[in-house]
């Protein structure tokens, strides 16, 4: 069987919540029906609401059910957009991005800037992939110079003055490649100080760091069920009591911002899921960064070449995450080896269809484009044991030198 170390593209589903969800599965009646069997689903649909939203320090009425990540982050955005766009002609084109965010945001912002006329501008995040405050401070307070910033491409940076005409700044919680974990708070409290809505997306810190969506005061957060033991399909997003957002999908208005039949056993699973989130934190997220520091140690030790990618610290960066370059080698190639000796790893790059691209998250970091491309990024979840990490690191050198191997043969040609 092989081991399995991408618990950051999904996790595998709890035994709680798959218990869960099959009780639920047999539960007939739609939460929006007012006979009795409808009414019993909608207490088993608010219930669930009520543990999500404890979960993540919010009211059970500002948890929005959504399909998961990517619809909860298009909704965040784009329904924040659209809402920050006033009567009479009032235009807030500009919305502020960091350049390492992940594609489900990337790419609706782009979406915006060529059907809705938004001004995409890349802000720069530092070496490790941290937007820092006073970036962002820069950007609200007096505009950025035109072309800076990263990203995935987009419409560049605008040159407006001050925050008057921003729409909105949306940021990852943590970055789902390199781990490093942002200064939320404090971009959270810049925004404010300019008036301007903030939407998080907390995908990757959710389950593994304490998410308190009060204390940060942020406009919207975005989770997903299955980066935490619950099932694939279903997430949510949070919308403050005082933000509102024009919803992507319009019928029966079921919740705020969002239409269409609610799914009960989705969200009485996912409820499960933040259940176990919130009473194993502690010691779940400090076993995994022992293991993740194991695996750390012994990576640098078996193949000294190897960078590891964003925040060197313990404390900031995930406690599953650690991302590394190795130099020579394609990270499609090492996957590929890796999986064949029987271990379930991630470039942490984006693949379309089929060609193998630079992640913009290390371009954005300044990783240069040959180091870039022998990127791995091992990510430990429920079930990763110290055997596990051992043997990986066992495993590696030899990937690495056959990887280069080829590397080396394909330059030759080349």
């Given amino acids: 069987m092989a081991i399995y170390l991408d618990h950051a593209a999904t996790t595998p589903l709890l035994p709680g919540a798959l218990e869960a969800y099959v009780s639920a599965l047999g539960v007939v009646g739609n939460p929006s029906s007012i006979h009795s069997q409808g009414q019993q689903a909608k207490r088993m649909l608010e219930e669930s609401r009520e543990a999500v939203a404890e979960s993540l320090g919010a009211d059970p009425v500002e948890v929005v059910f959504t399909s998961g990540g990517t619809?909860?982050?298009n909704l965040g955005v784009k329904g924040l957009y659209w809402k920050r766009q006033g009567p009479g002609g009032l235009r807030r084109p500009r919305i502020l991005v960091p350049g390492a965010e992940h594609h489900a945001t990337n790419d609706a912002v782009e979406w915006l800037a060529q059907y809705e006329g938004a001004v995409v501008e890349w802000l720069p995040v530092d070496s490790v992939g941290r937007l820092t405050p006073e970036v962002l401070e820069a950007a609200l307070a007096g505009g950025a110079d035109e072309g800076s910033g990263g990203g995935s491409g987009g419409s560049g940076a605008s040159s407006a003055c001050g925050a008057d005409d921003v729409a909105l700044m949306t940021f990852l919680w943590a970055n789902n490649e390199v781990g490093t974990i942002q200064p939320v708070a404090e971009l959270a409290a810049v925004a404010a100080k300019y008036g301007v809505p903030v939407h998080v997306d907390a995908v990757s810190a959710y389950g593994y760091l304490p998410v308190d969506f009060h204390e940060i005061g942020v406009a919207a957060l975005s989770v997903s069920a299955h980066k935490i033991g619950g099932p694939v399909g279903v997430g949510?997003?949070?919308?403050?009591?005082?933000?509102?957002?024009?919803?992507?999908?319009?019928?029966?208005?079921?919740?705020?911002?969002?239409?269409?039949?609610?799914?009960?056993?989705?969200?009485?699973?996912f409820a499960a899921a933040a259940r176990n989130a919130v009473e194993t934190m502690p010691a779940f997220a400090a076993t995994l960064g022992g293991?993740?520091?194991?695996?750390?140690?012994?990576?640098?030790?078996?193949?000294?070449?190897?960078?590891?990618?964003?925040?060197?610290?313990?404390?900031?960066?995930?406690?599953?995450?650690?991302h590394f370059t190795f130099a020579g080698c394609e990270g499609d190639s090492l996957l590929f080896l890796?999986?064949?000796?029987?271990?379930?790893?991630?470039?942490?790059?984006?693949?379309?269809?089929?060609?193998?691209e630079v992640s913009h998250v290390l371009t954005a970091m300044g990783v240069p484009e040959p180091e870039a491309r022998g990127a791995l990024r091992f990510t430990l979840g429920h079930g990763t044991t110290a055997a596990d990490v051992d043997a990986l690191v066992a495993a590696l050198p030899a990937a690495v030198a056959r990887a280069s191997k080829a590397g080396f043969a394909d330059r030759a040609v080349a």
Avoid at 301 to 309: G, N
Avoid at 338 to 356: I, K, M
């Fill in 236 to 269: 949510a997003l949070l919308i403050a009591r005082t933000a509102d957002v024009v919803p992507l999908i319009h019928g029966g208005g079921q919740q705020r911002g969002r239409s269409g039949t609610q799914d009960v056993a989705g969200a009485v699973a």
């Fill in 291 to 322: 293991l993740r520091d194991r695996l750390v140690s012994g990576i640098r030790s078996s193949v000294p070449a190897a960078v590891l990618r964003g925040d060197v610290t313990a404390g900031g960066r995930l406690p599953g995450n650690a």
């Fill in 71 to 73: 619809e909860s982050i």
């Fill in 338 to 356: 890796l999986d064949v000796a029987g271990f379930s790893v991630s470039t942490g790059s984006a693949c379309q269809a089929g060609v193998p």
